[in-house]
C-alpha cells in the first residue's frame, strides 16, 4: 500500500475520501481554489495547496496545476472523486507519464466510455442490450432531426461526452427539436468542451436501475448489487436507493452479468457504475457506465458493508478484490437523499447564501450524513450546490423509509433556500411508499410533492396559524420583563381591546399566497377561535412549543408535530406532509408595488451566457431574450409579451447578482 494521496476535489466527497485515506494510514494532500481557502475539506487534509481562482476552470479542471502539486509534495496516487477530472482521460494520462497512480481505470478505458456514442457501438458489439437510438458522425442539424423524426417522438438528447444531466434534453414534438438542440449543445460545450449529440428513443416509464462492478487488474469481477436512481429532476438524481425494490434475484443476476460484460469488454479497472433503463416488462437497457465512483455510493456501502474507497485505494495499490461474487451479501435496504441548497417551487434554481445555522441529525448505525461544509460555510455560485447527502439503513425499505422521514424532518438549516420540504413530501407521498418508480416521478405526482392542492393546504392551517400565535406570546412575554408593568395592555402582543373581545388577525405567506386567519380569544381564557375561509376551528389554550415539537388541540384532536423555524417562518412536518409557511408583515407604504421589473430581473447569482437577442429587434411572446447559467445549469428569461428588448444592462459572461435587473424590454401597445 502507498503511503500519500492527493484528492483532486473538493466538498463532500473529498472529505469522504480522506477520512478513508486516514483511517488506512494513509498521508493525504487537499487542493483547494480561491473559493475554498477555508473549506473543511481543507482543514480535514494532512496538508492542503492552493491552485487558483474560485471558477473550476481555473483551479480544479487545471490537470496539469495539479500533476505538479502532486510532484512537489510527493503524492503516490491521486483520487479524482467525481465530475471534475474524474472522467478525464488526458488527466489520467498525466498521472501515468508522471509515474502517478491514477484511482481510476486504466485511460483506454475511460477513452471508451468518454463518448456516449462510442460507447454503444462497444456495448453492441459486446451483447449488451441497448436502447434504440442514433449514435453517428454526422452531427448535422439536419441528421439528427430526421434520425429522431424516423424513431418518433419522444426522444433524448444527450451530450456524447456528458453526464450529471449536463446537455440533456427530452424533445416531445418536432417544432422543438431545433431549440433544444441548440440548447443541449451549448450545455455540452461549456460543461465538457464537446458538443457531440446523440439521439435515443425516450422510454416514457422507465426506471433508472444501475449496477456497482468492481475489477482488479488480476482478471476479478464483481457486482455489489443495484441502485435505484429513478428520482430525479433535471435529469439528475434526487433520491438514491438500495436494493432496487421489486428487483428479483434472477434479474439481479442478469443485471449484475450484463454489466460485468461492460466492463471486461473495456478491460475495466476499479469501481465503474453501468447504468441501466428498466422497462415495464422487465427488459433493461444499456444506457452509459460511469468510469468512476458514484455520488450514491453509500448506500451501497450500506447494504453490503464494504468501505468502495478502500477497495478503490487496494485495488488502485494493485491488491487483489476483497471478496468474491460468492461472498458478497445484501444486508437490509439504504435511500440517500441529496440535500441541496435549491428553490424546488423556482424550477429548482440553485441558491447561494451561508449557512448560518446548520443542524443535521444525529449520525448512528442507521444514519449517516457525507458533507463538505459547516454552519458558517457559503454556498458559492462557482460548484454544485450540494450541502450534504442524507443516507440512512434499516432491516428493510419500509423501516429504512420510516428512518429517512424521521431524519429530514431533524435536518436544520438557515441562511440558504434547501429542497428539505421537498424531500420529505416526495418520500412522504403514497406511491413512492408502495415503489412506485419511475424517471417521471416528480412530473407524475407534482400536486401532492408541492402541496399543490388547497385542501391539503387548509387542513394545516390551523397548526400553522396556532405556531405563529404561540410564537408571538413567546416573544411578548420576552418583552414584557424587560419593563416595569408587564401587565399593561399596552405593552401587550394578544389583540387587546377595551370592552371587547381579544381578537387578531394573521396573514400566513403560502406558496406565494396569501392564507388569512382570524383568530379569537373566548371568554374563560381556555380556548381560541380561529376562523379561516369562514371555518370555524376551537384551539386548546394548552397548546405549546416544546424544543421541537408543536403540541396542538384543535376540535378535540390532539396531535404532536415536528417544526422548524422562528416567530416569522416555520416548516411543520406532519406524518403526511411538510409545508412551509411564513407570516406576512403587514405593508406599511414602503413597498414600490409599481415595480415589477417585467420578470426580467436575475432568478439567481449567476453568469449572463448568451444575449439571444438584438436590441430593438421584435420578439414574441415567451422568446428567449437571455440565458443564464449558475451552478453548472442553464436558466432562460423569456420575453413576457410581444415587444422588443430597449437595453441589454449586462454582457456575455458577466457575473450577475440574483435580482439584478438584466433588461429593459417594451412591450406592445
Request: proline letters at 3%; a negative charge.
Amino acid at each position: 500500500m502507498l503511503v500519500k494521496l492527493l484528492v483532486a476535489n473538493r466538498g463532500e466527497i473529498c472529505c469522504r475520501i480522506i477520512k478513508t485515506a486516514q483511517r488506512m494510514g494513509i498521508h493525504t494532500v487537499a487542493v483547494y481554489s480561491d473559493a475554498d481557502a477555508n473549506a473543511l475539506h481543507v482543514q480535514m487534509a494532512d496538508e492542503a495547496v492552493h491552485i487558483g481562482a474560485a471558477p473550476s476552470k481555473d483551479s480544479y479542471l487545471r490537470a496539469e496545476t495539479i500533476i505538479d502539486v502532486a510532484r512537489k509534495v510527493g503524492a503516490d496516487m491521486i483520487h479524482p472523486g467525481y465530475g471534475f477530472l474524474s472522467e478525464n482521460a488526458h488527466f489520467a494520462r498525466l498521472c501515468e507519464d508522471n509515474q502517478i497512480i491514477f484511482v481510476g481505470p486504466p485511460v483506454a478505458a475511460i477513452d471508451a466510455m468518454g463518448s456516449k456514442s462510442a460507447a454503444k457501438r462497444i456495448m453492441q458489439a459486446a451483447g449488451v442490450p441497448l436502447v434504440p437510438g442514433y449514435h453517428g458522425d454526422d452531427q448535422s442539424a439536419e441528421t439528427l432531426k430526421a434520425e429522431a423524426d424516423k424513431m418518433g417522438y419522444p426522444v433524448l438528447l444527450k451530450a456524447a461526452a456528458g453526464g450529471g444531466g449536463k446537455g440533456m434534453r427530452q424533445v416531445h414534438h418536432e417544432d422543438e427539436f431545433e431549440q433544444a438542440l441548440a440548447a443541449a449543445k451549448r450545455e455540452a460545450m461549456a460543461g465538457f468542451g464537446d458538443e457531440q449529440m446523440l439521439v435515443e428513443k425516450y422510454l416514457t416509464q422507465p426506471r433508472h436501475v444501475e449496477i456497482q462492478v468492481f475489477c482488479d487488474v488480476h482478471g476479478n469481477g464483481v457486482y455489489l448489487f443495484e441502485r435505484d436512481c429513478s428520482v430525479q429532476r433535471r435529469h439528475q438524481k434526487v433520491i438514491e436507493e438500495a436494493p432496487a425494490p421489486g428487483v428479483s434475484a434472477e434479474l439481479r443476476a442478469q443485471m449484475g452479468e450484463a454489466a460485468l460484460k461492460a466492463a471486461k469488454a473495456i478491460d475495466y479497472v476499479g469501481a465503474g457504475t453501468v447504468e441501466f433503463l428498466l422497462d415495464t416488462d422487465g427488459s433493461f437497457y444499456f444506457m452509459e457506465m460511469n468510469t468512476r465512483l458514484q455520488v450514491e455510493h453509500p448506500v451501497t456501502e450500506m447494504i453490503s458493508g464494504q468501505d468502495l474507497v478502500e477497495w478503490q485505494l487496494r485495488v488502485a495499490s494493485g491488491e487483489e478484490l476483497p471478496l468474491t461474487q460468492s461472498q458478497l451479501r445484501i444486508n437490509g435496504h439504504a435511500f440517500e437523499a441529496r440535500i441541496y441548497a435549491e428553490d424546488p417551487d423556482n424550477e429548482f434554481l440553485p441558491a447561494t447564501g451561508t449557512l448560518s445555522f446548520l443542524q443535521p441529525p444525529d449520525e448512528s448505525d442507521y444514519v449517516r450524513v457525507d458533507t463538505g461544509v459547516r454552519q458558517g460555510d457559503g454556498v458559492s455560485v462557482y460548484y454544485d450546490p450540494m450541502i450534504a447527502k442524507l443516507i440512512v439503513w434499516d432491516e428493510d425499505r419500509d423501516k429504512a423509509l420510516r428512518r429517512l422521514v424521521k431524519a429530514l424532518s431533524e435536518y436544520r438549516i438557515k441562511g440558504v433556500t434547501t429542497n428539505i420540504d421537498f424531500l420529505y413530501n416526495l418520500v412522504s407521498t403514497k406511491a413512492f411508499k408502495q415503489a412506485q418508480l419511475d424517471t417521471g416521478f416528480i412530473d407524475t405526482h407534482q400536486k401532492e410533492i408541492f402541496l399543490e392542492d388547497e385542501a391539503d393546504i387548509a387542513g394545516l392551517l390551523p397548526l400553522a396559524a396556532l405556531y405563529l400565535v404561540l410564537r408571538q406570546q413567546q416573544a411578548h412575554q420576552n418583552v414584557s420583563l424587560q419593563h416595569q408593568d408587564p401587565y399593561s395592555p399596552w405593552q401587550s402582543l394578544n389583540a387587546w381591546r377595551s370592552n371587547q373581545q381579544y381578537q387578531q388577525s394573521l396573514d400566513i405567506l403560502i406558496h406565494d399566497n396569501v392564507h388569512s386567519v382570524r383568530v379569537k380569544q373566548q371568554e374563560s381564557g381556555v380556548q381560541k377561535r380561529f376562523v379561516i375561509s369562514g371555518e370555524r376551528f376551537q384551539v386548546d389554550a394548552t397548546g405549546e412549543i416544546l424544543g421541537d415539537s408543536l403540541i396542538a388541540i384543535i376540535n378535540g384532536h390532539r396531535q404532536r408535530v415536528t417544526i422548524s423555524g422562528d416567530e416569522h417562518s416555520c416548516s411543520l412536518y406532519t406524518q403526511s406532509s411538510a409545508l412551509h409557511f411564513s407570516r406576512q408583515l403587514p405593508d406599511l407604504g414602503l413597498l414600490d408595488h409599481d415595480h415589477h421589473g417585467g420578470g426580467l430581473t436575475a432568478p439567481m447569482n449567476g453568469s449572463v451566457v448568451k444575449l439571444a437577442v438584438e436590441v430593438g429587434q421584435s420578439v414574441s411572446k415567451g422568446q428567449e431574450l437571455v440565458i443564464m447559467e449558475a451552478m453548472k445549469m442553464e436558466h432562460s428569461l423569456k420575453a413576457p409579451a410581444d415587444g422588443k428588448v430597449v437595453e441589454f444592462f449586462f454582457q456575455e459572461g458577466e457575473l450577475v447578482d440574483g435580482g439584478a435587473e438584466l433588461l429593459a424590454f417594451e412591450a406592445e401597445e
